[in-house]
Antibody, heavy 116, light 112 residues
Framework: QVQLVESGGGLVKPGGSLRLSCAASGFTFSDHYMSWIRQAPGKGLEWISFISDSGTSIFYAASVKGRFTISRDNAKNSLYLQMNSLRAEDAAVYYC?????????WGQGTLVTVSS | DIVMTQSPDSLAVSLGERATINCKSSQSVLYSSDNKNYLAWYQQKPGQPPKLLIYWASTRESGVPDRFSGSGSGTDFTLTISSLQAEDVAVYYCQQFFSTRTFGQGTKVEIK
């Protein structure tokens, strides 16, 4: 069965950095685009980035462009999100999702808190 | 960017009654080359990630009960729960996947 497990969240100071990981299993990871989507506490869903199956095509939401970098390692069945210059408004649960037509399977998420 | 607007923000429906959620996109999400609407619906229960219910505006994901249905085309879409069950209490989101991805603000469904 499809499993996506995010890790790497935690408390970080404004201006700091964090790297999130998403471990995928139960499907052929290298066949699928993958996304990162976040949800601030008590708020709605915000798509922030996706990456093509080969990693050669990448898109970002305007809110994170220039600060966040998505990447993947198909040999390790893993997706990453490098987050730099973090702001208070980046605090959220970060989900990775498999893209199959659209975001069909989601992980349980990892919480990022940005506070001094 | 395509902006998605849902209505209402919340609704309370009696068990067994119909619930209807609307979603409007700021531009058409109908792709002319395949005549498909790039619109999906998700259900999110507290403490859980979203679950895909419907894609291509009206195609139910495998395992989704047939009381959930989607309709609409172009810029106006509807999610209907034909007979509300207790387990349907959740927040529902529409999402366009015509151009990257954007979500509506969500509609909270409760029992009256």
């Amino acid at each position: 069965q499809v499993q996506l497990v995010e890790s790497g969240g935690g408390l970080v100071k404004p201006g700091g950095s964090l790297r999130l990981s998403c471990a995928a299993s139960g499907f052929t990871f290298s066949d699928h685009y993958m996304s990162w989507i976040r949800q601030a506490p008590g708020k709605g869903l915000e798509w922030i980035s996706f990456i093509s199956d080969s990693g050669t095509s990448i898109f970002y939401a305007a809110s994170v462009k220039g600060r966040f970098t998505i990447s993947r390692d198909n040999a390790k069945n893993s997706l990453y999100l490098q987050m730099n210059s973090l702001r208070a408004e980046d605090a959220a649960v970060y989900y990775c999702a498999r893209e199959n037509i659209t975001s069909d399977y989601w992980g349980q998420g990892t919480l990022v808190t940005v506070s001094s | 960017d395509i902006v998605m607007t849902q209505s209402p923000d919340s609704l309370a429906v009696s068990l067994g009654e119909r619930a209807t959620i609307n979603c409007k996109s700021s531009q058409s999400v109908l792709y002319s080359s395949d005549n498909k609407n790039y619109l999906a619906w998700y259900q999110q229960k507290p403490g859980q990630p979203p679950k895909l219910l419907i894609y291509w505006a009206s195609t139910r994901e495998s395992g989704v009960p047939d009381r959930f249905s989607g309709s609409g085309s172009g810029t106006d879409f509807t999610l209907t729960i034909s007979s509300l069950q207790a387990e349907d209490v959740a927040v529902y989101y529409c999402q366009q996947f015509f151009s990257t991805r954007t979500f509506g603000q969500g509609t909270k469904v409760e029992i009256k």
